[in-house]
């Protein structure tokens, strides 16, 4: 499996980003999927998560009600729109994937065993 992350970039706090994850392979649809992040200094941490299927979400408590992870499993793709965004949320962005169910919400870094490459996201004060 390999994931392709883009959509970060450099915004003002209270402004939004989008960001994209794509997938290759046809066995997408049977994963779960995570994106964490990595400050700079700071150990990766989990940030949302989404069942196979679509159906079932989980955050952070930090991002619940700002941002929505998102998936199309047609397109092999999961999403990740971040609202109202605080300079704290700057950081490396990292979508990942679960290709085995060690249980739900899987929110450490050990639940995922394929990552993207990263995508930087800068909040601006």
């Known amino acids: 499996v390999q994931l392709q992350a883009s959509g970060g970039g450099l915004v003002q706090a209270g402004g939004s980003l989008r960001l994209s994850c794509a997938a290759s392979?046809?066995?997408?649809?049977?994963?779960?999927m995570g994106w964490f992040r990595q400050a700079p200094g700071k150990e990766r941490e989990f940030v949302a998560a989404?069942?196979?299927?679509?159906?079932?979400?989980y955050y952070k408590d930090s991002v619940r009600g700002r941002f929505t992870i998102s998936r199309d499993n047609a397109k092999n793709t999961v999403y990740l729109q971040m609202n109202s965004l605080k300079p704290e949320d700057t950081a490396v962005y990292y979508c990942?994937?679960?290709?085995?169910?060690?249980?739900?919400?899987?929110?450490?870094?050990?639940?995922?065993?394929?990552w993207g490459q990263g995508t930087q996201v800068t909040v601006s004060s």
């Open positions: 990942a994937a679960a290709t085995l169910d060690r249980g739900w919400p899987p929110r450490q870094v050990f639940d995922y065993d394929y």
């Open positions: 392979g046809r066995t997408f649809s049977r994963y779960n």
């Open positions: 989404i069942y196979r299927s679509g159906d079932t979400r």
